[in-house]
């Protein structure tokens, strides 16, 4: 079993920053690849970044690509996710999860544990 607790989410003016945290335990978290995700109100679940085990190859959607950067501190457990340049469309619940292994980054199917989503809400 993994658990996966993110954290970091709030209210912010658009042009605005935060950095989103994902801590976890239950199984070796430096063996896995990691992404984040996110899903807006009455829209499905969408891929936004992942980072490779090792943290030396990084993959984003084209929607982030340029403002949010993806990293990993495997000596902590945690990955993180760095969102500059914040607009009102990246309002959503975004949540991480763990690549199962298997499976392409970007499909939500390849990832077999998930947070339970912290709210990030960008204000126009």
Not at 16 to 35: E, P
Not at 96 to 119: E, I, M, V
């Amino acid at each position: 079993q993994v658990q996966l607790v993110e954290s970091g989410g709030g209210l912010v003016q658009a042009g605005g920053s935060l950095r989103l945290s994902c801590a976890a335990s239950g199984r070796t978290f430096s063996s896995y690849a990691m992404g984040w995700f996110r899903q807006a109100p009455g829209k499905e679940r969408e891929f936004v970044a992942a980072i490779n085990w090792s943290g030396a190859s990084t993959y984003y959607a084209d929607s982030v690509k340029g403002r949010f950067t993806i990293s990993r501190d495997n000596a902590k457990n945690t990955v993180y996710l760095r969102m500059n340049s914040l607009k009102p469309e990246d309002t959503a619940v975004y949540y991480c999860a763990s690549h199962s292994g298997g499976g392409d980054y970007y499909y939500t199917g390849a990832y077999n544990y998930w947070g339970q989503g912290t709210q990030v809400t960008v204000s126009s």
